[in-house]
């Protein structure tokens, strides 16, 4: 806790930078070069010192080593650093800090995972924008991810997920969201069909097999909304009649189950280009 | 007199104990078919056969006949079962209310001219074919009203897959129905001719969107009642039944069938009740005839909920119309009794309906009468009365029982205990008159037959939303009589 102390008047974004700063620019050791570095914000209201502890107790055990630890001066929020931990391992750390925090103070905590991006090279007004997006986020028990803004026009992109399968779709969010992508989930053909109109997301990827909406018909009324409107389906349906269907229906892509993930992604990455 | 009676007395003796070994027997064999479904089920991955190129595609034939308020729901519902190629062709039966005018603007539909379908079975001209493009999968098909069969006859000449699918307009699909179907389907192609789906009651269940969402008891005594005896005819009957090659009805509300066959035996049978018992029977008949390997299958799981009539009017009708139609086919199909030629049907299944269920009130009856007998002629005491009367209920009692240990044992549908309590519970009750009833609506069913009452009774139509907790208190109620 002599952290705490030292930085006194320090905002925790200013001590993130520094660690950061620190471990791949001061050290001057080659091996860091191109390392992950990986964040897990916790906030925790509740017994925040006995819950913090724990949090980086099972950390490090999950790790096997020390985890770089920030208190905020605030005494509600504290940063995890695990330097060289790849991000998908990170995720991982992240939820066990909710799972641990859950048990401390239910409904009063929020955990957001981030990273500084590859190269060392780090702005700290991403740092600035991180903790400042961290302070406003709500209490809840899921893990926020944080993304440093892409592209020229600063906005990530958008993919509206329709999907009857709750499992299906919580993975797919997930792993779009660690893409960076803001995904909108749907769980039937009406309720995609009015996001699509709210939303006007760049990528539909939508299953045909829905209720309320056969797949087909929510083609047709994409189609009919937006003419241009990019569609993956994505679905068990293997069968060469309704794949022609589909292609003849203008859709982009056609990807059946069971499927590679990292294939669905080359491709929606690539209709996004 | 006393000669007579205690000749009837040796006869009903024999007879209580037969039916009571065929009843254990079928239920064995019921829980033998279980038992291999649950361990098959372990291996079978129906989800990604739902996508596969495997699975043949389905027509699915929905008669409908004054059916406004449900029937927009029910087709929406059928649009979107798990299935990758089939298609809905939904038959008015020239409706006297405006069903087909529902149809129309609820999808947009369009008459389509080219499509006239050919004439593979006789049945009514039909007037037109509407669709759209949009619901690519959707047909409605307008014709004169001629009947349940007729439309189904009509639907048969337009469908476009090899397997045809029956349900009743009043009925709803589960999502995986037809892929479980199509399941039992694929484990023997050649030779599956027909497949019985397990018909459930849905009074009492929540549904939202055309699905069945909270599976409940019902509230009111009779639909009570019919749950038990579906549940009891289907799960403890028909998979026994279906595991012998035996199964003699596949019910009209939801089965499917190998188009080729239907045709080939001339469709369904116009102008009378019973069709659905009919058909099957002249599938077996055919096949047997035509020394055909076959197997008529039931598939427990794919499953259909249906609306019960909730009230004794109703309900007395439909089992009046019943017991016309299990007459009439009996009948007209007595050449099969006993001759070895038709195999396990003509020798166990035809005697097993012909005596134990057309001519089942004759025996209570006469029962009856004798025990009138026995008393007047004081040729009994009380303690062995008492003593029939309850090896008889037990015997029955665990038949019931045994039903609703299959369900538990394999499907699990009701899963509050207290609806398991009260599923216990009310197979009791069900010796207190509603057996006896069930009797009474035979005779009177016989009576019609003989007085040559060919019409279909009454049925009256609730809109599902009615179930439907907290989304409108103000439903409309249907009473649109279904005489067709």
């Known amino acids: ?273 | 007199m006393r000669a007579l009676l205690l000749g009837y007395g040796t006869v009903a003796i024999y007879y209580v104990m037969a039916v009571t070994l065929i009843y254990f027997m079928i239920l064995f064999f019921s829980y033998k078919g279980v038992y291999s479904m649950i361990k098959g089920a372990v291996y079978s991955r129906f989800q990604s056969l739902s996508g596969s190129e495997s699975a043949p595609p389905v027509s699915l034939l929905v008669p409908a006949y004054n059916e406004e308020l449900t029937i927009i729901e029910n087709v929406k519902s059928l649009l979107t079962l798990n299935y990758h190629t089939y298609e809905v062709i939904v038959i008015n039966d020239g409706s006297k209310d405006n069903t087909l005018q529902v149809l129309i603007d609820a999808f947009q539909l369009e008459p389509k001219e080219d499509e006239k379908g050919h004439q593979a079975i006789e049945c009514t001209p039909i007037r037109q074919v509407y669709y759209n493009p949009a619901y690519p999968t959707l047909y409605v098909i307008d014709k004169p009203n001629g009947g349940k069969a007729d439309s189904l006859n009509a639907g048969i000449n337009l469908s476009h897959y090899p397997l045809i699918s029956s349900i009743d307009a009043d009925s709803l699909l589960e999502k995986d129905a037809l892929i479980r179907m199509a399941r039992v389907y694929m484990e023997n192609p050649a030779e599956t001719v027909a497949i019985g789906g397990n018909v459930r009651i849905a009074n009492g269940c929540s549904i939202r969107d055309g699905v069945v969402t909270d599976v409940r008891l019902p509230k009111k005594l009779w639909p009570m009642f019919q749950t038990l005896e579906y549940m009891k005819a289907f799960l403890g009957g028909r998979i026994g039944w279906s595991h012998i090659n035996g199964l003699i009805i596949v019910s009209g509300a939801f089965g499917m069938f190998r188009k080729s066959n239907v045709v080939e035996v001339g469709g369904y049978r116009d102008g009378y009740p019973g069709e659905d018992m009919n058909i099957i029977i002249k599938l077996h008949r055919h096949m047997l005839e035509n020394k055909l390997p076959y197997r008529v299958a039931y598939c427990p799981d794919a499953v259909c909920w249906t609306q019960a009539p909730d009230t004794y009017r109703i309900l007395s009708s439909q089992r009046k119309r019943w017991g016309r139609g299990n007459l009439k086919n009996m009948w007209e199909n007595r050449d099969l009794l006993l001759r070895p030629k038709y195999k396990v049907f003509g020798m166990l299944t035809v005697p097993y309906n012909i005596i134990f269920e057309t001519l089942n009130p004759y025996f209570k009856l006469t029962g009856l009468l004798a025990l009138i007998g026995y008393v007047a002629m004081d040729m009994t005491n009380w303690k062995v009365l008492l003593v029939f009367a309850l090896i008889n209920f037990l015997n029955g009692y665990v038949l019931a029982v045994g039903s609703l240990v299959l369900e538990e044992l394999a499907f699990q549908r009701y899963t509050r205990m207290r609806d398991l309590v009260r599923m216990t519970w009310y197979s009791a009750l069900m010796f207190l008159g509603y057996y006896q009833l069930g009797v009474l609506w035979r005779l009177q069913g016989h009576i019609e037959f003989l007085r040559k009452n060919n019409t279909w009774g009454v049925m009256t139509r609730q809109s599902w939303n009615q179930d439907a907790p907290a989304v409108n208190n103000t439903p409309p109620v249907a009473t649109g009589g279904k005489i067709a």
């Not at chain 1, 960076?180 to 760049?202: I, M, S």
């Open chain 1, 1 to 273: 806790m002599s952290n705490r102390n030292r930085d006194k008047g320090k905002r925790l974004n200013e001590l993130m930078y520094e660690k950061v700063v620190e471990r791949y620019w001061s050290a001057g050791d080659s091996r860091v070069e191109g390392e992950p570095c990986g964040m897990v914000l916790v906030r925790c209201r509740r017994s925040f010192d006995e819950a913090i502890r724990e949090v980086r107790a099972r950390l490090e055990t999950e790790l096997g080593g020390p985890v770089e630890t920030i208190l905020d001066p605030g005494g509600e929020q504290a940063v995890f650093l695990p330097f060289g931990v790849p991000r998908s391992r990170t995720h991982y750390l992240a939820l066990l800090a909710k799972q641990t925090l859950s048990a401390y103070a239910a409904g009063e905590f929020a955990v957001m995972l981030a990273e500084a991006g590859e190269q060392p090279e780090r702005n700290p007004r991403v740092f600035e924008k991180m903790a400042d997006l961290f302070a406003h986020l709500p209490d809840e028990p899921e893990v926020a991810f944080f993304q440093e803004e892409r592209g020229r026009h600063g906005e990530s992109h958008s993919v509206l997920l329709v999907d009857g399968d709750e499992e299906m779709r919580r993975y797919l969010q997930m792993r779009f969201r660690m893409k960076g992508y803001r995904v909108l989930a749907a769980e039937d053909g009406t309720q995609g069909l009015d996001l699509f109109r709210q939303e006007k997301p760049d990528v539909v990827v939508t299953d045909l097999n829905l209720t309320g909406m056969d797949g087909f018909h929510l083609l047709t009324r994409l189609q009919r909304e937006d003419p241009d409107a990019r569609i993956v389906v994505f679905t068990d349906n293997r069968v060469e009649s309704s794949i022609s269907k589909c292609f003849k229906l203008g859709v982009a892509d056609y990807i059946t189950r069971p499927f590679s993930p990292v294939e669905l992604e080359a491709r929606i990455e690539r209709l996004l280009q």
